[in-house]
T-cell receptor, first 109, second 116 residues
């Protein structure tokens, strides 16, 4: 199976920056995704990386290093509505998507 | 607008009964749909890949006779939890996607199943 690790919880202040790390070991690699999931709801797509480097999308950026099996999601100018679980997901050689357990981010005023 | 419609959003049933969950692709024809299950504070776990016009592919440890999947058309896949037990209580989510390139999976809103 796949092995995807990310921290369980993180807390930050409104307006601050938070970086969520994700390390993975998978059978082949066909892209890494970040999703946001609010409690009781389905995940929503945030970003996609398949080549090394940084992808920026407004307040959210995602970085990938394939040689290190490492990615991070950077959330800038945090807002209260950003409080949610953030899921790192990796697509393997068979194009199956496996998810990490998620990082719960709590934004405090 | 929504790409995937999942119904029902919430269901409570008695132990031993069966429950059917529908997943519809609204914007495009999906030859493949995916069914996930998520227990509280845990990751989404892929249960099975639903293939239009053929048998579903189940992940290791998922009982195919208990979780029946039917994908009779390019826009509809159904998951039936047969003879449900309390341990089947979970959040079931379907998803569709092209599966390749930058196209992400689009998820339905999920079904919260509670078996009493």
């Amino acid at each position: 199976g796949q092995n995807i690790d990310q921290p369980t919880e993180m807390t930050a202040t409104e307006g601050a920056i938070v970086q969520i790390n994700c390390t993975y070991q998978t059978s082949g690699f066909n892209g890494l995704f970040w999703y946001q999931q609010h409690a009781g709801e389905a995940p929503t797509f945030l970003s996609y990386n398949v080549l090394d480097g940084l992808e920026e999308k407004g307040r959210f950026s995602s970085f990938l290093s394939r040689s290190k099996g490492y990615s991070y999601l950077l959330l800038k100018e945090l807002q209260m509505k950003d409080s949610a679980s953030y899921l790192c997901a990796v697509r393997d050689r068979d194009y199956k998507l496996s998810f990490g357990a998620g990082t719960t981010v709590t934004v405090r005023a | 607008g929504a790409v995937v419609s999942q119904h029902p959003s919430r269901v409570i049933c008695k132990s031993g009964t069966s429950v059917k969950i529908e997943c519809r692709s609204l914007d495009f024809q999906a030859t493949t749909m995916f069914w996930y299950r998520q227990f509280p504070k845990q990751s989404l776990m892929l249960m099975a890949t639903s293939n239009e016009g053929s048998k579903a592919t189940y992940e290791q440890g998922v009982e195919k006779d208990k979780f029946l999947i039917n994908h009779a058309s390019l826009t509809l896949s159904t998951l039936t939890v047969t003879s449900a037990h309390p341990e089947d209580s979970s959040f079931y989510i379907c998803s569709v996607g092209a599966g390749t390139g930058a196209s992400p999976l689009h998820f339905g809103n999920g079904t919260r199943l509670t078996v009493t």
